[in-house]
Every structure is written in C-alpha cells, then in structure tokens.
C-alpha cells in the first residue's frame, strides 16, 4: 500500500465540541525495551486520534517517503524522535513530550527511551507519570528490560499499567502467543503494587486496537488502547488523604500581609481550619486561601496557593504545613529504595544532600544493604550499586525533617540524592520506614502546650478566639525562653 492511500485511511479525529467539560488531564508514560515500538505506537495514536496537525502530517508523509525502503509506509516515530541521533540511529534518547486530547479527555504523554544506557531518563518521565503503558514485543516476549521498567514504575508509584503486546501482525495475530504474554506479565506483576493491570494486543504500524478495532484479532473483546485511556480514572490517592503543603516562599507586602505559597500535595484545606508546621508543631488558623484568581474557600491537591494564617509562624521555605492530627514524621533516619542515577558508583565516603520538595538535608551517613535482581525480581544482600541499580538503602540525616511513607502520600514521601559538591542528581527515591528525630519531641527542648502553661492560660476556653490567644501567649513565652538559650517548640493547641 503506498503513502497516498494511507493518508486517505488515516484521517484525523474531531476535535472537541466548544465547551464540552473534558474528563480529568492523563499524564501517560510509555517505557518497555529497545525496538519494542513505543514510539511508533504513540505516534500512530496522536496520528488517528487528532493530536497531529495538517503541516506536521504533511512532513511526516514527506520524511517518510524519503526513508521508505522496503514498499512505502508512514514512520509514525518520527512524531516523537525529534533528536538527530533518535532519527539517525532508530532508537528514543531522550523524553519526548507530546500534548494532545480527544473528544472526552487531556493527555501529556511521555515517550521514554528503552534502551538500558537511557534507564535514568526512563526514571525521570516515570516521576511525573499517572499510568503506564508498557510495550511489550510479540515476538521476543517479557525481557529483562521489561522487569526493569516494570520494577521503576512500581518504585515511583505508578499503580495502573497497560501492557500493550505490540506487532501482533508479525506474529500472524495469534492469540494463543499473545495469552502467553499476558500470562508472563501476571506473574511479573504479583510482585509489585500495582493496583490495576490491562493487557491490550495492538499492532502500532497497522493501527490495530490503538484507536480502531482489529478485524484480524475478532478474539480479542477489551477496550483499544484510546478506549482504554479516554475512560481510565488516574487518581489512585484516597479521598480521605490528610492535608500536605510544602512552603516554598514566603510572601510579605504592604500593610502586616504574610503569606505561606505553595502547591497542595495532598488533601484538602478550608477557611477556618487549624495547620501545624510539622517540624516545630508550630500552629495556627488558616484565615486565608490567596490565589491569582481572588480568595477562595477551599483549596485541594494541585493547588497552587497562599495561606494566610491568624498567627505569624517563624517558618520558611521547606516547612511542611499540614492538618494536626495526621502529620508528617520528623525523621532523622530513613530507609528508602531508591534507582541509582549516576555514572558514578555510590560512594560512602562521598558527601550527599537529600533534596525533598522544598527542603534540603545534609546526609550524615548512607549505607547499600540489598539490589533488586532483575531476573527473580527479588532482593539479594549487597553493599555497593551502580548506574540504574536499584537498591534498598538506610540513611542518617543531620537534621529532623518531615517526611512521609512514601505508600501514604507519594509526594511528601519521594527524594532525591545530589552531590554536596557539584549538585548532580545521583538518585531517585522513595522512603520506606522512618524514624522519628529527636527534636520533634523533647529531649534537650522544651514543649509548651496546654498543660505546661496551665496557669499562664487558665482563663481560656477551646473557642477560635481562645485557641488564637492560647498561640499569641505561647509565642511570646517562647521569644522569652529562646533568648535565653532554651530550645522551645510549641505544641499546637488542638
């Protein structure tokens, strides 16, 4: 068949209708093995489903006229290769991020490379990810590649994964192959946490199952691929989940305005109720929610905000300002897993930082005990890991710093490893366990709450005022006490 007649069979999808609500934004990563056609598979859904324009079609048709070597087909990678060397040598180096939607829903998609020299590439697009479409070849099966991506995806939190077994045409669309397949990755899949689990057979050059249904594959009765994405929920946090907000500046102006701006990372927050800083139990009464848009009432995950508090917190950026009774841990000793990054092998002699959201912690002391083998997918004792190793790892910091498991709430509970002395990234992870520090709690410091200044505060009640009034008297009780040398926290009045 040659290129005209693809172009006539290949026609792009409708836009959507002006002012049609469209279902929540998907950001979706494809990963799998080198050759296993994930850029082709993409390039061919942005192709079918109206995330590709008139000009870029028209060159695409035109750059893959002037490849075509063996009959005349469109190359459909070339809408996500855009790198020199992507093109010259067939393969994905770098992410690619592509942006498009359909007739019921927004996607960012991440097309990371395959190939294991790129496997730290592969981990940074997984970070950014809802869910995962795993490509896995027909005719070679699950690889040891696949284990690792598989192995990453589970590591940065990904619950939903679409196994899309790919080039069924060259394996004649045989279903007892392509059963086998789904068999294999059921397997895989039991050591990880993933919630949910979809195989869809799809041949991305002849647009099999991507957008349109396979005749040849009459067996198959599952969603396609964009009936799948257009319908798939991608929140997987619960609805319960306790308020988080990272404070990455704090904002002043004219007049006594004080403000905590930061994005949401979980739960939700409303005018009235009470926040801690997790770090010093530092507590007050949100009396403000300040956006671009004008105060709001309320405010949710992904909302980029400022908080106006009753009471001035002597916070700064890398605070965590949380609800009171569900709190961050003030950890100074962590275990993580994490996947190693760097060209440079770990080093315990080395200096490392642990950077979280908004905060940065020096490493006292870092130490390997295990590495995933990619082969069983379970853990053997080791002391040392190397480039795109993933390792189970203990970590002592030099300071208390809230932190979160990262199975509780994946953004408060995720870090990454710098270099102390040039700032390179040398790895990715999430924690584990924790253990709380010592100055969350006593030992050299002094807490003032309720109880201790049961005299100084006797006259007051458990009314907004009264609580109010309880943080303005321990505040200046604390200024007292720490010009005196004396450590001071102040416990929230709950």
Known sequence: MNLAALEERTSPGTAHAPGQKLGPMVRLLTCGSVDDGKSTLIGRLLWDAAGVTDDQRAAILHASHNRAVNGERIDFSLLLDGLVAEREQGITIDIAWR??????????IIDSPGHEQYTRNMATG?????????????????????RRHAAICNLVGIKKVIVAVNKMDQIDWSEERYRAIEADFAALAGNFDFAETTTIPVAALTGANVVARSAEMAWYTGPTLLDYLENVDPKVEPEDAPFRMPVQLVLRASGDFRGYAGTVTSGTISVGDRVVDARSGLGATLRRIATMDGDQPSAQKGDAVTLVLDTDLDISRGAVLSEIKRRPVNADVIEARLVWLSEK?????????LRTATDLTPVTSMSVSALVDFETLGVTPAHECGVNDIADCRILLGRATALDLFGD?????????VNAVDGATVAGGVITWVQTGAAAVGDNV??????????????LGDSPADRAEFERRAQEVAILLRSAGVPVLIEADQ
């Not at 942006?99 to 960012?108: G, L, P, S």
């Not at 092998?345 to 930082?353: K, M, T």
């Not at 709430?409 to 490893?417: E, K």
């Open 99 to 108: 942006y498009f939607e359909t007739e019921r829903r927004r996607f960012v």
């Open 126 to 146: 997984a970070s950014h990810a809802d869910l995962a479409i795993l490509l896995v070849d027909a005719r070679h099966g699950v690889k040891r590649q696949t």
């Open 345 to 353: 092998s770990f080093d315990p002699e080395a200096g490392y930082l």
């Open 409 to 417: 709430l994946p953004l408060t509970g995720n870090f990454v490893l």
């Open 446 to 459: 002094l807490v003032l709450d309720r109880a201790r200044l049961a005299g100084l505060c006797s006259d």
